[in-house]
């Protein structure tokens, strides 16, 4: 009996040794790290009266990712409801296959291909409903970085316990800012791999137009991504069109400007561009743009001239406006206004721009 007894005391020691062993792992990423946690469950008799529990075969995942801000935003779970604040973030989300998890878009992201019909609009893109985002339940809300107003809902979100991140979204300079973004949206949605399949894509992509444009000389635009009769605003140095410009072949005549500027209709004839580029809402707006041309002092340009002014409306204007996998159509698109015997004409974007001038 007293051996029994001893048995049993040494089988209960094991167990408690056991029961409180945690297996900790770090999984390597530029900013994440995975926690894994296991228990082991057994259950056994001893002299038909000492019952032994261990807990087993419990996987408990913390995902921990530090966000554009350097907020570190910690995850029990990967996200099943998201809501996603810019349009350049949804089309992120959907490229990479998760179209299907967002409860909540911003306006502009309804009409994104594979959003579904149900998803809760939570307001515009710069002024969303604090209200609606939460009514959503969501696990994660995606937040754009450069946007005033998604800082200040990013508090109040997290003040009612609701998990914000920021991606660089629009304070995106180049491609590898796209892919940071791919990236952390995939890990936090727990499919860290699908994020290289997309960045793979995208660089061959890019690498091939590169390519094309390489020995070619270099023209000089200028990138008007708002005009009307009292003002031009421009893409400078330091922006995502920046980058993209440079990438399709040619120069930016505004490089020296920092982010997006206004310049005066003198500003933009000593600059001389041998293509201006103008983004626009509608096709509506190119009858408007030509008219400013044609009535002012702009008509003295030599892009306006040679019929090298071209406005890009709806796709277009999205794909060069916008810092998401849509840099690929935006970079074939200018390159192939630029080099339209090197660079074939994006098929989807065919009836979203038109070169108007003087002849």
């Known amino acids: 009996m007293r051996a029994m007894r001893i048995l049993a005391f040494i089988v ?41 529990t261990i807990t087993s075969h419990i996987e408990e995942k913390e995902i921990v990712v530090v966000d554009a801000l350097g907020n570190r935003v910690t995850l029990r779970e990967p996200a099943k409801r998201i809501v996603s604040l810019a349009p350049s973030i949804t089309e992120e989300v959907c490229i990479l296959g998760f179209c299907n998890r967002l409860v909540g878009v911003d306006s502009f992201s309804l009409s994104i291909e594979g959003v579904p019909d149900n998803v809760t609009d939570v307001g515009g893109f710069w002024q969303p409903s604090t209200e609606l985002v939460v009514s959503t339940k969501p696990d994660l809300v995606f937040a754009c970085s450069g946007v005033p107003h998604h800082y200040a809902l990013g508090k ?17 300079l180049t491609v590898e ?76 005549v505004f490089s020296n400007l920092y982010a997006w500027q206004m310049v005066s ?39 306006y001239k040679n019929d090298r002014v071209c406005v890009l409306f709806g796709k277009a204007s999205d794909k060069v406006n916008r810092p998401s996998p849509g840099i690929v159509d935006a970079v074939r698109l200018i390159a192939h206004i630029l080099h339209r015997d090197l660079v074939p004409e994006p098929e989807t974007l065919r009836d979203s721009y038109a070169c108007i001038g003087a002849r």
């Open 177 to 252: 800012d796209i892919y940071w973004d791919l990236r952390s949206i995939a890990t936090l949605l727990g499919e860290p791999s699908l994020a290289e399949k997309v960045v793979e894509d995208i660089e061959r992509s890019i690498r091939e137009v590169s390519e094309k444009v390489a020995n070619t000389t270099k023209p000089k635009v200028a990138l008007v991504v708002y005009m009307d009769e009292k003002s031009i605003w421009v893409s400078g140095g330091g922006t995502f069109q920046d980058y993209i410009i440079n990438i399709a072949g040619a120069t930016n």
């Open 156 to 172: 109040q979100l997290e003040s009612l316990g609701v998990n914000v991140f920021f991606l660089k979204c629009d304070k995106a």
């Open 265 to 303: 209709p003198e500003d933009l004839i000593a600059a001389n561009p041998d293509y201006v580029l103008v983004t626009a809402m509608t096709s509506n707006d190119t009858d408007k743009i030509a008219k400013i041309f044609s009535e002012t002092i702009l008509s003295e340009l030599d892009a």
């Open 12 to 52: 209960v020691l094991a167990v408690i040794v056991a029961g409180y062993m945690v297996i900790s792992t770090t999984k390597a990423a530029e900013t994440v790290t995975v926690t894994t946690t296991m228990r082991e469950t057994v259950m056994s008799t001893v002299a038909s009266t000492t019952t032994v």
